[in-house]
């Protein structure tokens, strides 16, 4: 694995909630003190959060549109990374994107203020602009929108965290012969397809975005991983060089 200087930390809706339909504040905690302790040693790092659209359902409890729940969770969401990233003095900036906002009109700026934000040691807390989004301007998933920004901002490394260990032969969740699968070539056709179906009811993404996240990312010369969120300080042990879940290599950029 590549040595980590600038990091795009994507975080699912099911790291956030723990299955439930409420954000897990000691899983937030969790992962607001790595990556604290990641920029404490000087990485430069913008964190693609999920969780608004689980987060108003659970506080709204009335049939609604997903762009509704996306504003009320939206709200709450961001409360609690900034509550969070203040016990370590850290200050956090929230950008909505859609697809616009990286078409070439645009992503000049777009990727000007994500900079500007990590230059003044603010974490970058990145989600897709659900409350206002279309069919003709969303993204689909946070996974291609993680991959998006890194590469718009030149990111050594994309981080997917997840609630499977990584990309598995099979299924693990219904063929306890599956076996991790820990290192990807860049340019391994074969190895895509094995990347199936969503693990989450909450979350929009899947194996399969996250693998395309990954072909989007290595075609711009920036190394993915995906691992689980439960493993034991994973943002830690990965940007020390530690070999977790499924490395995806970078290709040429």
Partial sequence: MNMMKKIV??????????????LSRRSMLYLAQQIAELSGQGLEIALVSSGAVATGKGLFNHNASKQTLASIGQ?????SWAELFALFDLQI???LFSKEDFLETKELLTKETIRSLIRH???????EHDSVATEATALGNNDWLAALVAKLIGADTLILLTDQ?????TDPRHD????????????????????????SSLGT????????????????????????YRHPNV?????????????????RS
């Fill in 75 to 79: 709200v709450r969401l961001m409360q």
């Fill in 165 to 169: 260990e990584g990309l598995f032969t």
């Fill in 121 to 127: 040691k603010t974490i970058p807390v990145i989600n």
């Fill in 176 to 199: 306890p012969e599956a076996k991790l699968i820990p290192l990807v070539e860049a340019a391994d056709e074969a190895v895509y397809v094995l990347a199936k179906g969503s693990s």
């Fill in 205 to 228: 993404g899947g194996m399969a975005a996250k693998m395309d996240a990954a072909r989007i990312a290595s075609a711009h010369g920036t190394q993915t991983v995906i691992a689980s």
């Fill in 235 to 251: 943002l830690i042990e990965l940007a020390s060089g530690k070999n977790i879940g499924t490395l995806v290599k970078a290709g």
């Fill in 93 to 95: 900036g929230q950008l």
């Fill in 9 to 22: 930390i994507k975080v699912g809706t099911s790291a956030l909630t723990q299955g439930t339909q409420q």
